[in-house]
T-cell receptor, first 114, second 115 residues
Framework: AQSVTQLGSHVSVSEGALVLLRCNYSSSVPPYLFWYVQYPNQGLQLLLKYTSAATLVKGINGFEAEFKKSETSFHLTKPSAHMSDAAEYFCAVSETSGTYKYIFGTGTRLKVLA | SQTIHQWPATLVQPVGSPLSLECTVEGTSNPNLYWYRQAAGRGLQLLFYSVGIGQISSEVPQNLSASRPQDRQFILSSKKLLLSDSGFYLC??????????????FGQGTRLTVV
């Protein structure tokens, strides 16, 4: 079964510092992978997605993620954190065939320090 | 463009009372529809998904049920709420299988508190 693991339920960075949020997937074949952001009491917003085209994927708000098959990873990065980046971030996986499910990780809450 | 509506935004219900949460999607046909529950520190748990009218797949045994009476309408129900049903419920849609890599798109959620 597909699954994703997010290392670190809470991450704190200083404003202007690098943001790195980790995600590892478990799948017999490379799946589709996604990062979402959630602000308090709101739904999830799609940040970026990997669908087997380019391994380095750029998303909204300056975020990007790199798909590494050898490491089964899809880590999210942003060169310089902004206060408005404080939110919860979810990694998700979808199979490329078969069922239509999107499976989410447990989330990482990002705190940005002034 | 496609939009998803979910209501109510917040709900406080007594234990043992029934539940009905509704979700509708506009601007697309034959979407895949999903209900997720988010509990503190537990991420998003997929409860139900549907690939068509009347077709419901349940992911976990629980006190809830789902129905899809129309193509773009998805309803989450319970006959008798439990305290453990409290949480943040999110409805989502995605395009049919050939566009699966597009991702799922979420409503604004319903905060359910069972008292």
């Amino acid at each position: 079964a597909q699954s994703v693991t997010q290392l670190g339920s809470h991450v704190s960075v200083s404003e202007g510092a690098l943001v790195l949020l980790r995600c590892n997937y478990s799948s017999s074949v490379p799946p589709y992978l996604f990062w979402y952001v959630q602000y308090p009491n709101q739904g999830l917003q799609l940040l970026l997605k990997y669908t087997s085209a380019a391994t380095l994927v750029k998303g909204i708000n300056g975020f990007e993620a790199e798909f590494k098959k050898s490491e089964t990873s899809f880590h999210l990065t942003k060169p310089s954190a902004h206060m408005s980046d404080a939110a919860e971030y979810f990694c998700a996986v979808s199979e490329t065939s078969g069922t239509y499910k999107y499976i989410f990780g447990t989330g990482t809450r990002l705190k940005v320090l002034a | 463009s496609q939009t998803i509506h979910q209501w109510p935004a917040t709900l406080v219900q007594p234990v043992g009372s029934p539940l009905s949460l509704e979700c509708t999607v506009e601007g697309t046909s034959n979407p895949n529809l999903y209900w997720y529950r988010q509990a503190a520190g537990r991420g998003l748990q997929l409860l139900f998904y549907s690939v068509g009218i009347g077709q419901i797949s349940s992911e976990v045994p629980q006190n809830l049920s789902a129905s899809r009476p129309q193509d773009r309408q998805f309803i989450l129900s319970s006959k008798k709420l439990l305290l453990s049903d409290s949480g943040f419920y999110l409805c989502a849609w995605s395009a049919i299988d050939s566009s699966r890599g597009v991702g799922a798109f979420f409503g604004q959620g319903t905060r359910l508190t069972v008292v």
